[in-house]
C-alpha cells in the first residue's frame, strides 16, 4: 500500500472512531482531500485510494487541474474552500459542485449574477467567522441568519450550509466551543438549507466530528506538508 493510500486508510479510521464516539455514523461525513500544491499523479493516487471529493484553495491553480486530470470515472466532486476575491467569484461557477468559502454578500451576488446567466444552479455555503477577534474572513456569527436569508432569495444559488475554520493555533480541545458555536448556528437555517457543515481540517477533524461536521477538509494528514503559501 502506498504512503497516501494509507494515510487514507488512517484518516477513514479516525473519522468512524470519532463518529462512533458521537453516535453518529461514518457514513454521514464526506472527506475532502485538499489537493492545493499537490501534483496531479498524487491525486490520482488518492483516487486509486477512493477518494472522489477534492478541495481546492487557489483559482489559478485549480482551473488547470480540473481540466488537466483527467479520472477514470466521472464520480468526482471539485471543492472550492479558499479565499474567493470578488473578481475571481465568476470564474468558478459551474466548475465547482460546493463552494465552501462566500464570505460576504459581494460574493455571493456575483456568484449569482454568473451562474443565472449560465442558467445554473450553483451549491454554496456560507464561511462563519469563528475567530471574531481575528483578520479571517467570514460572516460574523450574529449576522449569519440575516445574510442568510438574503442569500436564500438570490437567484442561481442553492444555500447548502455554513463553512467554519478553527481559531488559529487552537488545539483540538480549544477549537471544541467554536465548532459547538457553529453547530447550533447551523441548526437555526431553515431545514432545507441544513445540508453542509463543514469543519474541522487535519488538526481538529475528529473533534469538529464529534460537534456534528457533516464534511471535514484534509490536506496534511493525507498528502504531508506542504511548503508554505
Same mark, same amino acid.
Given at each position: 500500500m502506498s504512503t497516501i493510500a494509507q494515510n487514507i486508510a488512517d484518516v477513514r479510521q479516525r473519522i468512524a472512531k470519532a463518529a462512533l464516539r458521537a453516535g453518529r455514523s461514518s457514513e454521514e461525513v464526506t472527506l475532502v482531500a485538499v489537493t492545493k500544491k499537490t501534483a496531479a499523479h498524487r491525486i490520482l493516487e488518492s483516487y486509486d485510494a477512493g477518494i472522489r471529493d477534492f478541495g481546492e484553495n487557489y483559482v489559478q491553480e485549480a482551473l488547470p487541474k480540473l481540466s488537466g486530470i483527467s479520472f477514470? %470515472? #466521472? &464520480?468526482?466532486?471539485?471543492?472550492?474552500?479558499?479565499?474567493?476575491? $470578488? @473578481?475571481?467569484?465568476? &470564474?468558478?461557477? !459551474?466548475? /465547482?459542485?460546493?463552494?465552501?468559502s462566500v464570505d460576504s454578500l459581494k460574493i455571493a451576488k456575483e456568484i449569482s449574477e454568473r451562474a443565472t446567466n449560465l442558467q445554473l444552479i450553483a451549491d454554496i455555503l456560507l464561511e462563519v467567522k469563528l475567530d471574531e477577534g $481575528?483578520? @479571517?474572513? !467570514? /460572516?460574523?456569527? %450574529? &449576522? %449569519?441568519? #440575516?445574510?442568510?436569508a438574503e442569500v436564500i432569495s438570490l437567484p442561481g444559488i442553492r444555500l447548502c450550509g455554513l463553512m467554519g475554520m478553527a481559531p488559529f493555533g487552537a488545539s483540538p480541545e480549544d477549537a471544541r466551543p467554536a465548532f459547538r458555536r457553529l453547530r447550533a448556528l447551523f441548526y437555526t437555517l431553515p431545514s432545507d438549507v441544513q445540508q453542509v457543515l463543514s469543519m474541522g481540517m487535519s488538526s481538529d477533524f475528529e473533534v469538529a466530528i464529534e460537534e456534528g461536521a457533516t464534511m471535514v477538509r484534509i490536506g496534511t494528514a493525507l498528502f504531508g506538508q506542504r511548503p508554505p503559501d
Amino acid at each position: 500500500m502506498s504512503t497516501i493510500a494509507q494515510n487514507i486508510a488512517d484518516v477513514r479510521q479516525r473519522i468512524a472512531k470519532a463518529a462512533l464516539r458521537a453516535g453518529r455514523s461514518s457514513e454521514e461525513v464526506t472527506l475532502v482531500a485538499v489537493t492545493k500544491k499537490t501534483a496531479a499523479h498524487r491525486i490520482l493516487e488518492s483516487y486509486d485510494a477512493g477518494i472522489r471529493d477534492f478541495g481546492e484553495n487557489y483559482v489559478q491553480e485549480a482551473l488547470p487541474k480540473l481540466s488537466g486530470i483527467s479520472f477514470p %470515472t #466521472e &464520480d468526482v466532486h471539485w471543492h472550492f474552500i479558499g479565499h474567493l476575491q $470578488s @473578481k475571481k467569484a465568476r &470564474d468558478i461557477v !459551474g466548475k /465547482f459542485a460546493l463552494v465552501h468559502s462566500v464570505d460576504s454578500l459581494k460574493i455571493a451576488k456575483e456568484i449569482s449574477e454568473r451562474a443565472t446567466n449560465l442558467q445554473l444552479i450553483a451549491d454554496i455555503l456560507l464561511e462563519v467567522k469563528l475567530d471574531e477577534g $481575528s483578520a @479571517k474572513f !467570514g /460572516f460574523l456569527p %450574529t &449576522d %449569519t441568519l #440575516e445574510a442568510a436569508a438574503e442569500v436564500i432569495s438570490l437567484p442561481g444559488i442553492r444555500l447548502c450550509g455554513l463553512m467554519g475554520m478553527a481559531p488559529f493555533g487552537a488545539s483540538p480541545e480549544d477549537a471544541r466551543p467554536a465548532f459547538r458555536r457553529l453547530r447550533a448556528l447551523f441548526y437555526t437555517l431553515p431545514s432545507d438549507v441544513q445540508q453542509v457543515l463543514s469543519m474541522g481540517m487535519s488538526s481538529d477533524f475528529e473533534v469538529a466530528i464529534e460537534e456534528g461536521a457533516t464534511m471535514v477538509r484534509i490536506g496534511t494528514a493525507l498528502f504531508g506538508q506542504r511548503p508554505p503559501d
